[in-house]
C-alpha cells in the first residue's frame, strides 16, 4: 500500500513540475511538440531512475560513512552530469532525429533540478533503496504526462485563432498554470 501511495502521490497530487515548481526549463522549452516531448519524458525518467539509485548508494555507502555529507550537492550534480553524458551518446546512437530536436535541452537535463531534488527528497524522506527506486520512478512519470499533456495544448493553441500579442510564450504560461491548478484538485486523493 505504501508503494501506491508514493506512485500515486509523486504523479498526481505532489508532481514535480505542477506542483513543486522544478524542471520548469525542459517543461517550457521541449513542449512545442508531442513526440519531442515523449522522448524528453522518457530521458527524464531514466536520468532520474539511475541518478537516484546511484546517489543513494553514494550516500549511505561514501558521504555517511566519512562524514562528508556536506558534498552531497557537488557529488550528485557528477553524478547525474555522467549519466546525462550516456543519455546522449546513447541517443545520438539510437535515435538522430530526437537527439537533433532535443538540441540544446538534451544537455540540460545536467541542470535539470527536478533529477536533483529527486535525488535529494529520497535521502531527506529516508526511503529504503526499493521505495527511492519507486519513487524515483513515480517522479519520472509525473514529469512526462505534465510535458506530454502540456505539449498537446500548445500543439492545439498553435492552430487557434488568438490576438497577436497572446499568441506563443504568453498563451503557454497561461496554459501551464491552468494545468497545475487543474492538478491541485488531486490534493486530498491519498
Not at 83 to 103: D, R, T, W
Not at 114 to 123: H, M, R, S, W
Not at 170 to 182: E, F, N, R
Request: glycine fraction near 6%; proline fraction near 3%; charged fraction near 5%.
Amino acid at each position: 500500500m505504501d508503494y501506491l501511495i508514493i506512485i500515486i502521490s509523486a504523479i498526481f497530487i505532489n508532481n514535480i513540475v505542477l506542483a513543486k515548481f522544478l524542471g520548469i526549463c525542459p517543461f517550457l522549452g521541449v513542449s512545442k511538440n508531442t513526440s519531442i516531448a515523449v522522448g524528453m519524458g522518457a530521458a527524464v525518467i531514466f536520468v532520474m531512475t539511475i541518478a537516484t539509485i546511484i546517489t543513494y548508494l553514494v550516500q549511505h555507502y561514501l558521504l555517511m560513512p566519512f562524514n562528508i555529507g556536506y558534498m552531497q550537492t557537488v557529488t550528485y550534480i557528477l553524478v547525474i552530469a555522467f549519466l546525462v553524458q550516456v543519455v546522449e551518446i546513447i541517443m545520438k546512437k539510437v535515435s538522430p532525429e530526437l537527439y537533433q530536436a532535443l538540441g540544446v535541452y538534451l544537455p540540460l537535463i545536467t541542470t535539470n533540478c527536478a533529477i536533483l531534488g529527486v535525488a535529494i527528497l529520497v535521502i531527506q524522506q529516508d526511503f529504503n533503496l526499493i521505495k527511492s527506486v519507486v519513487f524515483a520512478v513515480a517522479n519520472g512519470l509525473g514529469f512526462m504526462l505534465a510535458i506530454i499533456i502540456f505539449s498537446s495544448l500548445r500543439e492545439q493553441l498553435d492552430t487557434a485563432d488568438l490576438p497577436e500579442y497572446m499568441q506563443g510564450v504568453p498563451a503557454a504560461l497561461i496554459t501551464a498554470s491552468i494545468l497545475s491548478m487543474a492538478f491541485m484538485g488531486f490534493a486530498g486523493l491519498v
